[in-house]
T-cell receptor
């Protein structure tokens, strides 16, 4: 069974600080990695995708992938109250049509 | 505006009734998906379709049915056989299936069955 694990939180971070969200996965055949943001009562919104080892930056967001250690992380710099949401990690495997989702980490930014 | 629409936003039904949830996309995506989300749980895949007139069961297909008669549309029917139908239902689409294609979600339908 391919699994994606996330700490459910809640993770509380002061406004302006860096929020760090982590995700581990079980299958070394994993090829594509995604971070979704989900506000309470809303649908998931894709914020980052990463496919190769290293860092990928997009504005205040940085995704980090380490395939050897089987983890992917999301850093949010200069955290804002509007970043308060649940963040879902999703993983895809080459040759597999399906995304596997973690259960999400609830992030709260404290003003 | 390109996107995915789901209707209705909220749906209430009595136990024993079938109900159909609508999902339409104008992104010209080939693949479409239905997920279910329950409180404290991750998204679970119900059905997916890679092309018109073809679809595959996901992890929790029992009690659900789908059709894919048009590329733009992928309706989901929740039948009376589904034991716990109350949930948040999410439709998604992508250019293709599998890695590396990104999935985009519609706004969701919250179904309550009493």
């Amino acid at each position: 069974q391919k699994e994606v694990e996330q700490n459910s939180g809640p993770l509380s971070v002061p406004e302006g600080a860096i929020a760090s969200l982590n995700c581990t996965y079980s299958d070394r055949g994993s090829q594509s990695f995604f971070w979704y943001r989900q506000y309470s009562g809303k649908s998931p919104e894709l914020i980052m995708s990463i496919y190769s080892n290293g860092d990928k930056e997009d504005g205040r967001f940085t995704a980090q992938l380490n395939k050897a250690s089987q983890y992917v992380s999301l850093l949010i710099r200069d955290s804002q109250p509007s970043d308060s949401a649940t963040y879902l990690c999703a993983v895809n495997y080459l040759g597999n049509e399906k995304l596997t989702f973690g259960t999400g980490t609830r992030l709260t930014i404290i003003p | 505006d390109g996107g995915i629409t789901q209707s209705p936003k909220y749906l209430f039904r009595k136990e024993g009734q079938n109900v159909t949830l609508s999902c339409e996309q104008n992104l010209n995506h080939d693949a479409m998906y239905w997920y279910r989300q329950d409180p404290g749980q991750g998204l679970r895949l119900i059905y997916y379709s890679q092309i018109v007139n073809d679809f595959q069961k996901g992890d929790i297909a029992e009690g659900y049915s789908v059709s894919r008669e048009k590329k733009e549309s992928f309706p989901l029917t929740v039948t009376s056989a589904q034991k716990n139908p109350t949930a948040f239902y999410l439709c998604a689409s992508s250019i293709g299936t599998g890695a590396p294609y990104e999935q985009y979600f519609g706004p969701g339908t919250r179904l309550t069955v009493t």
